[in-house]
């Protein structure tokens, strides 16, 4: 099969071109939508662009020109108009973020491509198989808040939603054939409820790999650390790991080096980092060296976890139902069962199928296709 031939798209860089493609896509049944940020490269994080398709259009709307993206927003909550994503998650959570922006009336190409047993579903990889299109892989990684856009990176933009609406429909059909149809649209609703969330403040040094394995005093480095990162980071614009790696931040904290010597001997240490921020280094870690002992980041106290055998025997034997029913329906193992649902329904060991609705974490399609009574007994609390 092969995806139709498209206009060029048109770039959106004034607000009343924006009113004017709202108003019009408005008039559409379905719009297909994506968004392009820069975090990879910028410490302000942002919407740079967002990409509207119809079955006979798309446009580049450039929020670096038009600062005012209503329109956009209308669009999104409108439940007139279906809006197709792919993998739509963290689309909706920047735009959350950034916007206020909240979505109605959702469909997720990812998400019915996994519900029809597909295992390679990434955009390119659906494009390939379906419609034979080959989506550049050289600007993955391009720096969408640089101006002007280049014809290149317009191109690959556009493809990103421009045959979204045909992929949709070829793969609505395959979940209709399956009868898993009701299975996507259960996921879909969910996906309206879905918002920004990111770490509290202070504590963006503990989302870094290892941090909460270290002793108070290296968090106290790590902390003096990571906010000096940030500072270099928001001044010169730059995604923080561009200006230290987190690992290296890790590893510093730790080593806690106090000369310049050790500082260039310090695990994971690139030389061009030594030598560029030698000074503000030394002087973070001395920093977090010097804070009194009762001033010390200690770990969040946690519940202690008390062993549930019994949970345990249950979670293993949702495990073995997970492995076999996985097979039947051509779907992997933790989309039709996830650790964390199974761990929640072993914890509270439901006895009824009125129970098992109080689970949030089970969607129902999930009990349709391991079955109520199959859950019920593997938790072994069934009743008659």
Avoid: C
């Avoid at 048109?10 to 994506?34: F, N, S």
Wanted: proline residues 8%; glycine residues 6%; neutral net charge.
């Amino acid at each position: 099969m092969t995806a139709p031939d498209r206009p060029r798209p048109t770039l959106i860089e004034r607000p009343e071109a924006l009113a004017t493609l709202a108003q019009r896509l408005q008039g559409k049944p379905r719009v297909a939508l994506d968004t392009e940020a820069a975090s990879f490269h910028r410490y302000i994080d942002r919407v740079y662009l967002v990409q509207l398709s119809s079955d006979t259009e798309t446009a580049l709307v450039d929020p670096l020109a038009v600062t005012d993206l209503a329109p956009v927003g209308a669009l999104l909550a409108d439940p007139a108009v279906e809006k197709i994503f792919h993998d739509a998650d963290y689309d909706l959570r920047i735009l959350d973020r950034d916007y206020g922006f909240h979505g109605k009336r959702l469909w997720d190409t990812k998400v019915a491509a996994q519900l029809s047993g597909e295992t390679a579903f990434g955009l390119g990889a659906l494009l390939e198989k379906f419609f034979g299109i080959r989506l550049s892989k050289k600007l993955q990684r391009a720096d969408w808040s640089q101006r002007p856009l280049t014809p290149e990176m317009i191109a690959y933009a556009a493809a990103d939603t421009a045959h979204l609406p045909e992929l949709r429909d070829l793969l609505e059909r395959r979940l209709r054939e399956l009868s898993r149809l009701a299975w996507a649209e259960e996921e879909f609703r969910r996906l309206e409820g879905v918002r920004w969330s990111g770490p509290g403040d202070g504590e963006g040094h503990l989302q870094l790999k290892g941090a909460r394995t270290l002793r108070p005093r290296e968090r106290a480095v790590l902390r003096a650390l990571w906010e000096w990162r940030e500072r270099v980071a928001e001044s010169l614009d730059r995604a923080p790991f561009r200006v230290a790696g987190n690992d290296v931040l890790v590893a510093l904290a730790r080593a806690a080096p106090r000369t310049p010597a050790a500082l260039a001997a310090a695990p994971l240490m690139p030389p061009t980092v030594a030598r560029r921020y030698e000074g503000d280094l030394l002087e973070a870690i001395a920093a977090g060296l010097a804070i009194p002992e009762q001033d010390l980041p200690r770990p969040e106290r946690r519940p202690r976890y008390k062993p549930d055998p019994e949970a345990d025997v249950r979670f293993q034997r949702l495990r073995e139902l997970r492995a076999k029913r996985a097979p039947e329906v051509g779907l992997d193992p933790g989309l039709i069962l996830p650790n964390w649902a199974m761990q929640e329904i072993a914890r509270l060991a439901p006895r009824t199928p009125e129970e098992l609705d109080a689970i949030p974490e089970i969607r129902r399609w999930q009990r349709e296709v391991v079955g109520d009574r199959e859950i019920l007994a593997a938790v072994g609390r069934v009743d008659g």
